[in-house]
């Protein structure tokens, strides 16, 4: 199985839906809160930008929610 993590924050509708895809697949993901500083750095220094979510799969940065790239990456039909 793939090792995914995505970096959110509380208001972002993005991010629900992304978690939502992830849940309606199966996927396990771990879930780190931009509100952290250390978090958001993390997230800058990955995808040299600001915005969320911030998802890495199996160390593939993908920005933002774009269903059909986590498809592929996640090797969904």
Not at 1 to 6: D, E, F, N, R, T
Not at 8 to 33: G, M
């Amino acid at each position: 199985m793939a090792k995914v993590l995505i970096y959110t924050s509380p208001t972002c509708a993005w991010c629900k839906k992304t978690k939502e895809f992830f849940q309606k697949n199966k996927v396990q993901y771990e879930e780190k809160n931009i509100v952290e500083e250390k978090y958001a750095q993390e997230a800058i220094d990955k995808s040299s930008q600001m915005g969320v979510p911030v998802i890495e799969i199996d160390g593939k940065i993908i920005v933002g929610y774009d269903e059909p790239v986590l498809k592929k990456a996640l090797k969904i039909k």
